[in-house]
Nanobody, 126 residues
């Protein structure tokens, strides 16, 4: 059983930064692509960023390109989301997700992810 635990959320002013972390346990972390998604109040969950198992590819939603950076540390079984130049519209619950099959590329499709964390709240004040 895979467990994903997010941390690092909080309240920040517009223009500020936060770094989210997602700690994984239960299987060989390095073999699986990872992603971040978010859900704002009253809206559907949406893709934010993803990284392949091999570090070779990353994907970003257009709304966060140039501001957010996804990375991973396989030695620590952790994936990160560095968020800079935050905007009020970035306010959401952020979820970490892991693909279920080994050696797959990064994906922006929620259906490709089999494991999800419980989410961490990010609130950006104007």
């Amino acid at each position: 059983q895979v467990q994903l635990v997010e941390s690092g959320g909080g309240l920040v002013q517009a223009g500020g930064s936060l770094r989210l972390s997602c700690s994984a346990s239960g299987r060989t972390f390095s073999s699986y692509a990872m992603g971040w998604f978010r859900q704002a109040p009253g809206k559907e969950r949406e893709f934010v960023a993803a990284i392949s198992w091999s570090f070779r590819s990353t994907l970003y939603a257009d709304s966060v390109k140039g501001r957010f950076t996804i990375s991973r540390d396989n030695a620590k079984n952790t994936v990160y989301l560095q968020m800079n130049s935050l905007k009020p519209e970035d306010t959401a619950v952020y979820y970490c997700a892991a693909r279920g099959a080994k050696y797959h590329s990064a994906s922006n499709y929620q259906g490709d992810y089999d494991y999800w964390g419980q989410g961490t709240q990010v609130t950006v004040s104007s």
